[in-house]
C-alpha cells in the first residue's frame, strides 16, 4: 500500500509540470517563467507588454477594485468595468425604495449625473519587487526571526510612502520563503456612471450562483476622477475624469471556443499547499459548521425580503455576500469529495517523504508530520474561531456593532480628557444614520434565534461565555433575545444619538449596563481570553512549520514549475476558451446564447424574470454589431483560467491584447480550485464582453459610453 501511495503521488506531482492552465502567476516573473508557454497557447504580445515598469503595459489598465474586487480601464477617460455584484454595495447605497437602483438599473446620461461613492477607491500596481533579501537581513542565526522580519518590512513599508497616493507594501509569498514590495497608487474619486437592474446583473439568483450553464449579465461601469493634474484626490466638482496611461481595446468578436484566454487581477486566497490532514479538517469539520450558521441566517433573510419592499433593499448586499460563500463552500466540498483530493494529498506527502529520505532533507520530513500533529491538535481551536467570526461578524449584527462603542466606553471608564471623548463620541454619532439605513432590529434578533442552536451544536462548550452556556444549558434561546432586544438601546438610533450627544456621563453609565453591550462584552472576553491566544500560538506554529515544508516542495520537486498562493496581489493565469465534462453523460459547452436565457425567462420570479424592453429585443433579435457570425448573441463563457475570490471583475483577454469577457464566477464543480486545481473540469465564468455592449447601448441606450471605447471590428481579428 505505501508503495502505491509514493508512486501515485509521483504521478501526481509529474502532472502539475504538464498543466498548462493552473496558477497564478507574478506578472513580474512572466518572462522567465511562463512567456514561452504562454505563446505556445496563442499569446501574441510579450512579457513586457503585459508587465513593465519602464512604459504603459496591460498592468496600467487592471485595478484592484475597493480591495475586494478587480476592475478594468476601457476608455481614455478612467471609465472602469467590473462586476455588478462587485459594485453592489454602491449601487444599494444610492438606492431607496421610491428610487431603486437595484431593481431597475442606473444609467448616467452625462457625466453630471455620474453619482459619488465616499468610501470607494481603486489602486494601480506600480510595481513589483523581489525584497527577500532584504527583509530576511540579520536573520539568519536568530531562533525566532520574527521579530527582524517584522522590524524590516516596516522600514521597506515606510520608505516608499509619498504623496499623491504612492503607498506600498511587502508581501509574503510561499509562506515567507519569499517577499515582493507592491508599490501602489491609489485614487479615491470613483464614480457610479452605469448598472444594468437586478434581472440583468444578478439573473439567476442564487440557483445558478456557482452554477454553468450560466446566463448572467454581472457588471456594472464606474469612472475615475482626479485633480487637473491628473493625481488622486479626494471628491470634488473641479475633478477631471482620470486619463489612464493604458485602456484595454475591446474585440467584437468575442469568445472563440479554442482561443487563448488570460485573467489578469486580484486573487485574494488559495491554499494549495494544505496538507492532507487540514483539507480533512475542511471539509468534514469547518466547512459543514460554516454552511449550516448561512443556512440558518439566510432563511431568516430571504423571508424578510420577500414580505418587506425596505429590507429587500437593506438586505440585498448582505444576502448576496452571504449566500456567496455559503453555496462556494457547499460545492467546494462536493468537488473536493468527488475528485478524492485527500487522498490525493496523502499520495503527494508520501512522495514527499521519500524524497526528503533520498536526499537527507530530514528536516522536511519532520515539519510535514508535525504539521499534521499540529493540525490535529488545532482543529477545535480553528472550528470555534470560524464559529464565533460566523456569529458575530456574518449574523446578526447587534454584538458588533456595540463593540464599536468600546473605545467611548472605555475612555469614559479612564476619565480621559473632555476633548478626547467628545471627539469619539461624535465620530459615532456621524455613523449611526448608515449603520441603521441598512439595519433591522426584527431581522437581527430572528437572525440570532436561528443561529444560536446551530452555533451550540458545532461550539464547544469551554468556548462558551456563561451567559451563552447558561442559555443552551435552559434552552431558553428565544426567551432570553427576546429579553436582550426589548430593553437594549442599540437598536435605537435616536436614543443612541442623544446619550451621545449628551454632556453627562449619565447616558454613558446607562450604556455600560445595557444587556446587549454586557453580552457583547462577555462574548468578546471569551472569544479573547480562550479562543484567540491559543489560535494565534497554534496559528504561529502551523506558519513557521508551512514555510519549511513548502520550502522543502520548492527545492525536491524541481520539475514543477511552482506557483505561490493568491494573496490578494497582482496575478494573471491562462488558458483557453474551453467548456468542460465534469461528469459521466455532461458535457457543458463552452458558450451560452440569448436563446438559453430567454428559455430560462419565468414571468415574475425573483431570479428568472426579465425586463420588458430585453424580451423585444430578444425576440427582434436586435443585437445590432453585437451578434455572432450566426446571428446569435453570445451571453457567457467558460475558460480554462485558474481564478479565486478577488477576481471577480478581472478582464479575460486575448492572445492580441483585447478584453474578450469579464470574469465573475466558477462552476460549482471549480469552487474547489482554492484547495486543488484539476483541469478537466475547473473553469472559471465570463460574460462575453458583446453582451456587456448590447447592454448598454441596445437595452441602456448608453451610446455616449459606447463612443468612449475602442471596439475593434471582428472583420480585423
Given at each position: ?13 509529474i502532472?502539475l509540470?504538464?498543466i ?9 516573473l512572466?518572462?522567465a517563467?511562463?512567456e514561452?508557454e ?8 510579450s512579457?513586457e ?5 519602464n512604459?504603459?503595459?496591460l ?16 476608455s ?6 467590473t462586476?455588478?455584484?462587485?459594485g453592489y ?11 431603486d ?30 525584497v527577500?533579501?532584504?527583509v530576511?537581513?540579520g ?13 524590516n518590512?516596516a ?21 515567507g ?23 440583468i ?9 456557482w452554477?454553468w ?6 457588471f456594472?461601469?464606474f469612472?475615475?476622477y ?9 471628491y ?12 484595454l481595446?475591446i474585440?467584437?468578436?468575442?469568445s ?6 488570460m485573467?489578469y ?6 491554499e494549495?499547499f494544505?496538507?492532507?490532514?487540514e483539507?480533512?479538517?475542511?471539509v ?20 424578510a425580503?420577500e ?19 455559503w453555496k462556494?463552500?457547499?460545492g ?7 475528485f478524492n483530493a485527500?487522498d ?11 524524497r526528503?529520505?533520498?536526499k ?14 499540529n493540525?490535529k491538535?488545532r ?28 473605545q ?8 480621559a480628557?473632555?476633548t478626547?471623548l ?8 456621524n455613523g449611526?444614520?448608515?449603520f ?9 434578533m ?5 443561529q ?7 461550539m464547544?462548550e469551554?468556548?462558551?461565555s ?21 430593553k ?11 446619550i451621545l ?5 449619565v447616558?454613558l453609565?446607562k ?17 479573547f481570553s480562550?479562543?484567540?491566544?491559543s ?8 506558519e ?6 513548502v520550502?522543502?516542495?520548492l ?20 488558458g ?23 428559455a ?15 424580451l ?5 433579435k436586435?443585437?445590432?454589431?453585437y451578434?455572432?457570425e ?9 475558460s ?16 492580441k491584447?483585447?478584453l ?25 465564468i465570463?460574460v462575453d464582453i ?11 441606450n ?7 471605447m ?6 480585423n481579428?
Amino acid at each position: 500500500m505505501k508503495k502505491s501511495l509514493i508512486l501515485f503521488g509521483f504521478l501526481f506531482s509529474i502532472s502539475l509540470r504538464i498543466i498548462a492552465h493552473e496558477g497564478m502567476w507574478i506578472p513580474s516573473l512572466l518572462k522567465a517563467l511562463n512567456e514561452s508557454e504562454m505563446k505556445t497557447l496563442g499569446l501574441k504580445l510579450s512579457a513586457e507588454d503585459i508587465y513593465s515598469i519602464n512604459q504603459s503595459s496591460l498592468k496600467d489598465a487592471i485595478v484592484h477594485f475597493g480591495g475586494f474586487c478587480t476592475g478594468e480601464i476601457i476608455s481614455d477617460q478612467g471609465l472602469v468595468l467590473t462586476n455588478h455584484h462587485c459594485g453592489y454595495g454602491a449601487i444599494q447605497s444610492h438606492s431607496s425604495v421610491e428610487n431603486d437602483y437595484l431593481e431597475h438599473g442606473f444609467w448616467a446620461k452625462n457625466k453630471g449625473q455620474e453619482l459619488s461613492n465616499p468610501d470607494l477607491f481603486v489602486t494601480f500596481i506600480v510595481s513589483i519587487e523581489d525584497v527577500t533579501e532584504k527583509v530576511l537581513q540579520g536573520t539568519d542565526t536568530l531562533k525566532n526571526p520574527e521579530p527582524v522580519i517584522r522590524r524590516n518590512i516596516a522600514e521597506i513599508n515606510k520608505a516608499v510612502k509619498g504623496e499623491n497616493g504612492m503607498d506600498g507594501f511587502v508581501r509574503a509569498f510561499y509562506y515567507g520563503n519569499q517577499y515582493f514590495l507592491i508599490k501602489t497608487k491609489t485614487y479615491n474619486d470613483v464614480r457610479l456612471v452605469g448598472a444594468p437592474p437586478s434581472s440583468i446583473g444578478k439573473y439567476g439568483g442564487d440557483t445558478d450562483n456557482w452554477v454553468w450553464p450560466r446566463h448572467t449579465g454581472d457588471f456594472s461601469l464606474f469612472r475615475i476622477y482626479a485633480n487637473k493634474n491628473n493625481e488622486p484626490a479626494a471628491y470634488s466638482e473641479d475633478n477631471v475624469p482620470f486619463k489612464p496611461k493604458k485602456h484595454l481595446p475591446i474585440s467584437l468578436k468575442g469568445s472563440d471556443d479554442g482561443e487563448f484566454a488570460m485573467v489578469y487581477g486580484f486573487p485574494g486566497r488559495t491554499e494549495h499547499f494544505l496538507s492532507s490532514e487540514e483539507v480533512k479538517h475542511i471539509v468534514e469539520t469547518i466547512n459543514p459548521a460554516r454552511i449550516s450558521m448561512r443556512d440558518a441566517s439566510l432563511e431568516v433573510i430571504n423571508e424578510a425580503r420577500e414580505s418587506d419592499a425596505k429590507i429587500k433593499i437593506q438586505y440585498a448586499a448582505k444576502q448576496s455576500s452571504i449566500s456567496n460563500a455559503w453555496k462556494k463552500w457547499r460545492g467546494q466540498n462536493r468537488g473536493l469529495i468527488m475528485f478524492n483530493a485527500i487522498d490525493k494529498k496523502l499520495g503527494f506527502e508520501a512522495d514527499y517523504r521519500e524524497r526528503a529520505k533520498q536526499k537527507g532533507k530530514t528536516e522536511y520530513a519532520a515539519a510535514l508530520d508535525q504539521l499534521i500533529e499540529n493540525q490535529k491538535n488545532r482543529g477545535d481551536i480553528t472550528l470555534a474561531r470560524a464559529n464565533f467570526i460566523e456569529l458575530v461578524y456574518v449574523g446578526a449584527e447587534i454584538f458588533k456593532y456595540a463593540y464599536g462603542f468600546n473605545q467611548i466606553m472605555d475612555l469614559y471608564a479612564s476619565k480621559a480628557a473632555d476633548t478626547t471623548l467628545f471627539n469619539a463620541k461624535q465620530k459615532k454619532v456621524n455613523g449611526i444614520d448608515a449603520f441603521f439605513k441598512d439595519y433591522n432590529a426584527q431581522v437581527d434578533m430572528d437572525i440570532l434565534k436561528a443561529q444560536l442552536p446551530v452555533y451550540f451544536k458545532y461550539m464547544d462548550e469551554a468556548y462558551l461565555s456563561e451567559t451563552l452556556l447558561e442559555v443552551k444549558r435552559n434552552g431558553n434561546i428565544n426567551e432570553w433575545v427576546d429579553k436582550m432586544y426589548a430593553k437594549t438601546l442599540f437598536t435605537q438610533p435616536d436614543e443612541l444619538r442623544k446619550i451621545l450627544n449628551a454632556g453627562g456621563a449619565v447616558g454613558l453609565k446607562k450604556l455600560s449596563k445595557d444587556p446587549v453591550y454586557l453580552a457583547m462584552k462577555e462574548l468578546y472576553g471569551t472569544y479573547f481570553s480562550k479562543i484567540a491566544p491559543s489560535y494565534q500560538v497554534a496559528n504561529a506554529a502551523h506558519e513557521e512549520l508551512m514555510k519549511t515544508y513548502v520550502q522543502g516542495i520548492l527545492e525536491l520537486f524541481p520539475e514543477i514549475d511552482h506557483w505561490p498562493d493568491a494573496n490578494s496581489t497582482l496575478r494573471l493565469s491562462y488558458g483557453k476558451v474551453e467548456g468542460s465534462q465534469p461528469k459521466d453523460g455532461v458535457i457543458y459547452d463552452p458558450q451560452t446564447t440569448m436563446d438559453g436565457l430567454i428559455a430560462k425567462y419565468i414571468p415574475g420570479d425573483k431570479e428568472f424574470d426579465l425586463p420588458e424592453k430585453m424580451l423585444s429585443l430578444a425576440k427582434d433579435k436586435d443585437y445590432g454589431q453585437y451578434a455572432n457570425e450566426n446571428g446569435e448573441l453570445v451571453v457567457c463563457f467558460t475558460s480554462s483560467n485558474h481564478t479565486s475570490g478577488g477576481n471577480s471583475g478581472s478582464p479575460v483577454i486575448n492572445g492580441k491584447g483585447e478584453l474578450i469577457g469579464l470574469n465573475f464566477d466558477r462552476s460549482w464543480e471549480s469552487t474547489m480550485s482554492d484547495i486543488m486545481f484539476d483541469p478537466s473540469i475547473c473553469r472559471n465564468i465570463a460574460v462575453d464582453i458583446r453582451y456587456v455592449l448590447f447592454v448598454v447601448d441596445k437595452y441602456a441606450n448608453a451610446n455616449h459610453l459606447i463612443e468612449e471605447m475602442d471596439l475593434i471590428s471582428s472583420k480585423n481579428n
